[in-house]
């Protein structure tokens, strides 16, 4: 069992930035691959960002490339989310993920543990 606690979210003007963090305990940090979806009201959840294991690559949502960052810091059990540029159509409820193959997947259904996501909120 991995256990995955989000924070970070809160309420931010269009343009602005926000730093999501998902903290995870429970099994080895490194035996997983970690994702980050979002779901607004309403819609389904979509694939953000992922990273695998080793942090060397990254994969992006092209509605958030180059204004989101994923990263992660094996020594803390940490996964990141930096989000610059922020729009209106970027407010969801953020959720962190782990799946137990090394490489990440844009699909929600192929992550095997989920935290309670954090919101996020952008307005014009």
């Known amino acids: 069992q991995v256990q995955l606690v989000e924070s970070g979210g809160g309420l931010v003007q269009t343009g602005g930035s926000l730093r999501l963090s998902c903290a995870a305990s429970?099994?080895?940090?490194?035996?997983?691959?970690m994702g980050w979806f979002r779901q607004a009201t309403g819609k389904e959840r979509d694939f953000v960002a992922g990273i695998i294991v080793s942090g060397a690559r990254t994969t992006y949502a092209d509605s958030v490339k180059g204004r989101f960052t994923i990263s992660r810091d094996n020594a803390k059990n940490t996964v990141t989310l930096q989000m610059n540029s922020l729009k209106p159509e970027d407010t969801a409820v953020y959720y962190c993920?782990?799946?137990?193959?090394?490489?990440?997947?844009?699909?929600?259904?192929?992550?095997?543990?989920w935290g309670q996501g954090t919101q996020v909120t952008v307005s014009s």
């Open positions: 429970g099994r080895s940090f490194t035996n997983y691959a």
């Open positions: 993920a782990a799946r137990s193959p090394t490489y990440p997947s844009r699909e929600f259904t192929d992550y095997n543990y």
